[in-house]
């Protein structure tokens, strides 16, 4: 089964404050793929990044990096300086041959960043 | 290109009634998928497409919700005799092909509102 946690509910910060965003995962697959998705007030879910198992290298992407650890299935995720169009609701999600590919959803944080 | 559509943004329908949402992929895409987005629930897979088959229903939550997509095209998800915990949003996503590598799409969305 796959399982994905994203232990925090709402996280609140001050615009140019650095937001990170935690996920866990559980799965049984020995190559899987994790997403990071941004669900902005317009409702439409935005694709952001995405790391394969076998790369563990961790990038930075303009403001927007992530964390990538296989020994503790966490695959976090960070924006700096943070802007007010940050606010939203961040979705990390699993996919795996077990499951054909289909997404596995966290329940998501809600970023609110306050001017 | 174009994304992924979804008509209509909205649907109010009372209960009992039949109601059909439609998603039409972005071009080329031969994988479709349906998730089903509700407070209680959160993101849920319901069905997926490789092509115009679908290996694998058992997302679906009853009987009572059946999909088809016809040309390798556009998709259709038919809920009938709608109930109250029906109401959600019901989101479709694309993307090349079935498998992890390839990030999935996602349309704006359909509201149903079972009254």
């Known amino acids: 089964a796959q399982k994905v946690t994203q232990a925090q509910t709402e996280i609140s910060v001050v615009e140019k404050e650095d937001v990170t965003l935690d996920c866990v995962y559980e799965t049984r697959d020995t190559t899987y793929y994790l997403f990071w998705y941004k669900q902005p007030p317009s409702g439409e879910l935005v694709f952001l990044i995405r790391?394969?198992?076998?790369?563990?290298q961790n990038e930075i992407s303009g403001r927007y990096s992530w964390n990538f650890q296989k020994s503790t299935s966490s695959f976090n995720f960070t924006i700096t300086a943070s802007q007010v169009v940050d606010s939203a609701v961040y979705f990390c999600a699993l996919s795996g041959r077990s499951n054909d590919y289909k997404l596995s959803f966290g329940a998501g944080t809600t970023v609110t960043v306050r001017a | 290109g174009a994304g992924v559509s979804q008509s209509p943004s909205n649907k109010v329908t009372e209960k009992g009634k039949d109601v059909e949402l439609r998603c039409d992929p972005i071009s080329g895409h031969t994988a479709l998928y349906w998730y089903r987005q509700s407070l209680g629930q959160g993101l849920e897979f319901l069905i997926y497409f490789q092509g115009n088959s679908a290996p694998d229903k058992s997302g679906l939550p009853s009987d009572r919700f059946s999909a088809e997509r016809t040309g390798g095209s556009v998709s259709t998800l038919t809920i009938q005799r709608t109930q109250q915990e029906d109401s959600a949003v019901y989101l479709c996503?694309?993307?090349?092909?079935?498998?992890?590598?390839?990030?999935?799409?996602f349309g704006p969305g359909t509201r149903l509102t079972v009254l």
């Open positions: 996503a694309s993307s090349p092909s079935l498998g992890g590598r390839n990030e999935q799409f």
């Open positions: 790391r394969n198992s076998f790369d563990e």
